[in-house]
């Protein structure tokens, strides 16, 4: 899993069972770091204050209110290269 860019085109890219998936990288509860939380099969956890989302495809699956979708971007990988359409 990685972050990449800056401000709110900052975007995580993470490898889910052998496919990219690509989203928002600023949880919109209060603007964590996803790309520091902890990636467990297709879900990260935001590092501040818990939210958990399905990287692959952009819902929050547990927190304490509800959130919004993050974004979510394709992703294409060509040899060694992975390109996100943003």
Known sequence: MKGVGEGEKKLLVANVGGKFYAMRSICNHEGGPLED??????????????????????????????????????????????????
């Open 37 to 86: 939380g902890p990636l467990f099969e297709n879900e990260v956890t935001c590092p501040w204050h818990g939210s958990v989302w399905d990287v692959t495809t952009g819902k929050c699956t547990w927190f304490g209110e509800p959130l919004k979708d993050e974004p979510t971007y394709k992703v294409i990988v060509e040899g060694d290269v992975v390109f996100v359409e943003i």
